[in-house]
C-alpha cells in the first residue's frame, strides 16, 4: 500500500492519466467481463465452444475499442466523474452488447440465440460494474493520497457558494497549495449546509471569524474573481487584514487543466476594491479588423501602449510594429512578447516621434495598415514646468504622425487622448486638445477633398488608468512602503479611474466600430476621492490610516483640477452600440485656418519661447484657462 500511494503522489498533481492507457484498460475490463459471462454460461447453463469463446472474446475487444474510443469515454476525467459521463460508460456498453447481439444472430452456430440474450443481459451489468468499479476504486485511492498530502497546504475558505465559486473549489481540489475547507456565505441563509460535502459558513462580526481562523489553522480566503472582492464591500477583507491572513483572488479564466497555476491565484489589490464591473466587448469583430494586418504603435513600450501590444499580439497580425524612443522599456517588452508570443512576428523600432525623418523610415519599411498613436508627454506639474517639450511631443509629433498616415494611405490611425483635454486648465490638457484639433481637421479636410488620403481618424478619451507609470496608485504604494506618509493634494480632489487591459480593450472597440473623424468618450464609472483612496491601499497593507500611516494633505499643484470633467460644456454626446462608448460632438475647425498658428506653436517651441507657446496655446484653445499657475495672467 505504501509503494501504491508513492506512486499516486508522484502523479497527483498531472491533469489526467494518458488517454490510451484509459482506453486500454475500458477495454480490457469489457472483455474480462465478456470472459467471465461466458464461463458463467457454459459452468450453469449451456456449453459454448472453444472456437466460439475466443471469437466472441475477440468480437468484445474490437467491439468495446472501437465504441469506446468514438464515443469518447476514455476522455472523461476520472476524478471529475460525473452522472452524464457513467452514462456515457452504460450506453456504450449497451452498444457493444447489441453489436455482440448481431454477431450471435448472423453466425447462429456459437451459442443459441435463447442463451444470447441472457449472455448479453448478464454481460451488460458485469461489464457496468467494472467499469464504474474501476473509476471509483481510482477515486478512493486519490481521496487516500489527498488526505496524505493536504497536511503541506495552505487551508484556505472560499467566497460565494454561486456556481462560479463551486467551481473554483473544483479546480483547486487537486492543487498543490491549497485545501478548501468551505465556503462563505455572505448571509446567513445557507448557514449549516453543505456543498460538494463541505460546510458552508457566514461570519457576523471580526471575533468571530478571528476565532475560526484560529481553531482551524486558516491561511486565507480566496474569491472566485475580481467581481466578488468588489461585490463583498470590503468588510471580509478587513477581517482578514486585521487578523492577518490572506486575501487572495483567482481569475476565472487563468488556469491549467483542472488545477489552477498558484501563480493565477494573488492577493487582492486596490484595483479589485474600485468596483468597476467587467467591461464586455466583441472581441471576434475586433480580431477580424486586425488580424493579416501590419500594426505600427507609437509609445508602445509605455503602459497604455504595451498593453495594446500584449492584447495586439493576440489576434493574428501580420506584422507588429513597436516604436519608441525609451531604450529599456522597449527591451523589457521586446522579451515579454518574445517569451509569451513566440510566433508573433515583430520589430521594436527606436524612435522619436518629434523626429520627422526617424518617422518616415519606419512608415516607408513597414508600411502600417493601422497605427495607434499612444507616445506623449502625460504628467501635469512636469509639462506645466515644461510648456514648449509638451507642444514639441503631444502637438508636433501627432501632427507628424497623423501626416504620414495620410501620405502612406494608413487605413486608420487611433489616438489616445485624455480627459483633461476637455476645458483643460494645464498646458498638458491643452497640449492633448491641439493635438485632436489637428487630427480631426485633417480627417474633415480629407472629407472635403482639400487633402488626398484615405485614412479615417479615431481619437478616445480617457481618464486615470490605474497602476501606469507615475500614477497614484504606484506612488502611494512607495509611500505606504516607506512608512509613509502619504501625500493628498487636496480632500476634496477626485479622479476617474480604469485599468490599462480595459481601456486598451474600448481603445480597439472604438477604432473598430469608427467611419473615421470622430471622438470617443470612454464611460469612467463614478469619480473616486484620492484621501479615500490613500485609505483603502493603508488598510489593504495592513495599517491604519492616520495612525499607523500618515496622510498629509499638500494643496493642489500648478494647473490641477480638484475634478476632471468628461464632456466640455460645449458638446454633446451620441450613444454608439457599446454602453461604455459615446462619440463626442466638438466643434469643428477648418485645416488650412489653423495651420499658421500650429506652425509658429512648432517654431515657438523649438526657440524654446515659454510665454509666447502658452499664450498662442491659449488662442487657439480658447477654452484653455489655466488654475493656480503662473500662466493664470495669461487668462486676463
Not at 27 to 45: A, D, G, N, R
Not at 217 to 224: A, K, L, R, W, Y
Not at 526 to 540: C, G, H, N, S, T
Not at 558 to 571: A, D
Request: net charge positive; hydrophobic share 40%.
Amino acid at each position: 500500500m505504501r509503494y501504491l500511494l508513492a506512486y499516486f503522489n508522484q502523479h497527483l498533481y498531472k491533469n489526467y492519466f494518458s488517454y490510451w492507457i484509459v482506453l486500454l484498460t475500458d477495454s480490457i475490463l469489457s472483455v474480462v467481463s465478456t470472459c467471465v459471462t461466458m464461463l458463467f454460461v457454459s459452468e450453469l447453463i449451456a456449453d459454448i465452444s472453444k472456437t466460439a469463446f475466443l471469437s466472441l472474446l475477440f468480437c468484445s475487444f474490437i467491439f468495446s475499442l472501437t465504441l469506446f474510443y468514438f464515443l469518447k469515454v476514455h476522455k472523461n476525467i476520472i476524478r471529475h466523474a460525473s452522472v452524464r459521463s457513467i452514462g456515457k460508460i452504460v450506453f456504450a456498453v449497451l452498444l457493444k452488447e447489441l453489436c455482440m447481439l448481431a454477431v450471435v444472430v448472423m453466425v447462429g452456430s456459437w451459442i443459441e440465440f435463447r442463451l444470447a440474450w441472457v449472455y448479453c443481459f448478464i454481460d451488460l451489468l458485469l461489464s457496468i460494474v467494472l467499469l464504474v468499479g474501476s473509476r471509483v476504486f481510482l477515486l478512493l485511492i486519490y481521496d487516500i493520497v489527498i488526505t496524505q498530502v493536504n497536511f503541506r497546504k495552505t487551508r484556505v475558505l472560499v467566497y460565494g457558494t454561486d456556481d462560479q465559486s463551486v467551481s473554483l473549489k473544483q479546480r483547486l481540489y487537486s492543487s498543490k497549495h491549497y485545501q478548501v475547507v468551505g465556503y462563505i456565505n455572505p448571509s446567513q441563509n445557507l448557514k449549516s449546509y453543505r456543498i460538494s460535502e463541505l460546510p458552508v459558513y457566514h461570519f457576523n462580526d471580526e471575533t468571530n471569524f478571528r476565532r475560526f481562523v484560529s481553531k482551524y489553522n486558516i491561511g486565507g480566503v480566496i474569491f472566485p474573481s475580481d467581481k466578488a472582492v468588489q461585490d463583498e464591500s470590503d468588510q471580509l477583507v478587513k477581517y482578514g487584514q486585521n487578523i492577518g491572513i490572506k486575501n487572495l483572488v483567482s481569475p476565472s479564466i487563468d488556469f491549467v487543466g483542472t488545477g489552477l497555476k498558484k501563480t493565477a491565484i494573488r492577493e487582492v489589490k486596490i484595483e479589485d476594491l474600485l468596483g468597476r464591473d467587467e467591461i464586455k466587448i466583441n472581441m471576434q469583430e475586433i480580431i477580424d479588423n486586425f488580424s493579416g494586418k501590419t500594426i505600427m504603435i507609437t509609445g508602445a513600450a509605455g503602459s497604455i501602449g504595451s498593453e495594446l501590444c500584449r492584447q495586439i499580439a493576440t489576434f493574428g497580425v501580420k506584422h507588429l510594429v513597436l516604436y519608441d524612443n525609451a531604450e529599456t522599456p522597449m527591451h523589457e517588452i521586446r522579451l515579454e512578447l518574445e517569451k509569451s508570443f513566440p510566433h508573433l512576428s515583430f520589430t521594436p523600432f527606436i524612435g522619436d516621434v518629434r523626429n520627422k525623418e526617424r518617422l518616415h523610415m519606419a512608415f516607408e519599411k513597414y508600411h502600417p495598415q493601422v497605427v495607434f498613436h499612444a507616445a506623449a508627454y502625460k504628467h501635469v506639474p512636469l509639462m506645466e514646468e515644461n510648456p514648449c517639450e509638451a507642444v514639441r511631443v503631444n502637438v508636433v509629433g501627432s501632427r507628424l504622425v497623423a501626416d504620414f498616415c495620410v501620405q502612406y494611405r494608413v487605413e486608420k490611425m487611433i489616438m489616445i487622448s485624455t480627459d483633461k483635454a476637455v476645458n483643460p486648465t494645464n498646458v498638458m490638457g491643452a497640449s492633448k486638445r491641439l493635438a485632436e484639433i489637428y487630427v480631426q481637421s485633417l480627417g474633415l479636410a480629407m472629407e472635403r477633398g482639400e487633402v488626398e488620403g484615405i485614412t479615417k481618424f479615431v481619437t478616445t478619451r480617457f481618464g486615470n488608468v490605474l497602476g501606469s507609470n507615475g500614477s497614484v496608485i504606484p506612488y502611494f504604494r512607495k509611500q505606504i512602503s516607506s512608512g509613509g506618509p502619504v501625500t493628498v493634494t487636496d480632500p476634496k480632489i477626485t479622479r476617474f479611474f480604469m485599468t490599462i487591459p480595459e481601456a486598451c480593450r474600448l481603445v480597439m472597440e472604438a477604432a473598430t466600430m469608427s467611419t473615421g473623424n470622430q471622438i470617443f468618450v470612454f464611460d469612467m464609472g463614478k469619480p473616486v476621492r484620492i484621501v479615500d483612496l490613500a485609505e483603502r491601499m493603508i488598510r489593504l497593507a495592513g495599517y491604519v490610516p492616520n495612525e499607523d500611516i500618515k496622510i498629509e494633505f499638500t494643496g493642489l499643484r500648478p494647473g490641477e483640477k480638484l475634478y476632471e470633467e468628461v464632456l466640455s460644456n460645449e458638446e454633446n454626446t451620441i450613444p454608439t452600440d457599446h454602453y461604455k462608448i459615446r462619440i463626442a460632438k466638438v466643434r469643428e475647425y477648418s485645416r488650412n485656418a489653423i495651420l499658421p498658428a500650429y506652425d509658429e506653436l512648432e517654431n515657438l517651441s523649438l526657440l524654446v519661447k515659454i510665454d509666447d507657446t502658452v499664450k498662442l496655446m491659449k488662442q487657439v484653445v480658447p477654452e484653455f484657462k489655466s488654475n493656480n499657475s503662473v500662466y493664470d495672467k495669461f487668462d486676463k
